[in-house]
């Protein structure tokens, strides 16, 4: 099982970027998909997670950031919009049989960098 983010970078306040988490060795639309973000000095933060039901956002990003999924391409993505220099962090994805905090399968997490 592998996971696979990319779509991270430098972005100014305001703007956009969309984050991929690409899976091998399985299929993704058969897990729940957690994207989460560990700041420098903080701890993991979990943003969003989409499963069989409604996808889970955090307060601080709701409105702002959409999760998706293409079965297809078995690949997961988030949307950021209207991006802070708060949301600047490390992004993980992971995979597990349900959404939670302590998911089983990893990646290795993609840069994004909010400048003010």
């Known amino acids: 099982v592998q996971l696979v983010e990319s779509g991270g970078g430098l972005v100014q306040t305001g703007g956009s970027l969309r984050l991929s988490c690409a899976a091998s060795?399985?299929?993704?639309?058969?897990?729940?998909i957690g994207w989460f973000r560990q700041a420098p000095g903080k701890e993991r933060e979990g943003v969003s997670c989409?499963?069989?039901?409604?996808?889970y956002y955090a307060e601080s990003v709701k409105g702002r950031f959409t999760i998706s999924r293409d079965n297809a391409k078995n690949t997961v993505y988030l949307q950021m919009n209207s991006l802070k220099p708060e949301d600047t962090a490390v992004y993980f994805c992971?995979?597990?049989?349900?959404?939670?905090?302590?998911?089983?399968?990893w990646g290795k997490g993609t840069l994004v960098t909010v400048s003010s």
């Open positions: 060795r399985f299929t993704l639309d058969y897990y729940a």
């Open positions: 989409i499963s069989s039901s409604e996808p």
């Open positions: 992971a995979a597990d049989r349900r959404c939670g905090y302590d998911m089983h399968y």
